[in-house]
């Protein structure tokens, strides 16, 4: 039965860390839209909308390694 209970356990961690990744790697795509996003007002000739994507792409990135791994 102990052993059971550490199964458990050791599952609910593992999906705990599955979790998060998949939480960082949403953020990580989120900044690579974010990014595409910035080229296209580049192409477009908007810099401030451009600035703007970038600063967002950062910021998000920052964030997802905050998160503890």
Do not use: C
């Amino acid at each position: 039965m102990e052993t059971d209970a550490i199964l458990e356990i050791r599952v609910q961690n593992l999906l705990l860390k599955l979790e998060d990744m998949e939480r960082r790697q949403d953020s990580t795509v989120k900044a690579i839209f974010q990014l595409y996003e910035a080229v296209r007002w580049l192409n477009a000739g908007n810099h401030e909308r451009v600035t703007s994507e970038l600063e967002e792409a950062i910021m998000t990135l920052q964030e997802a390694a905050k998160k503890p791994h």
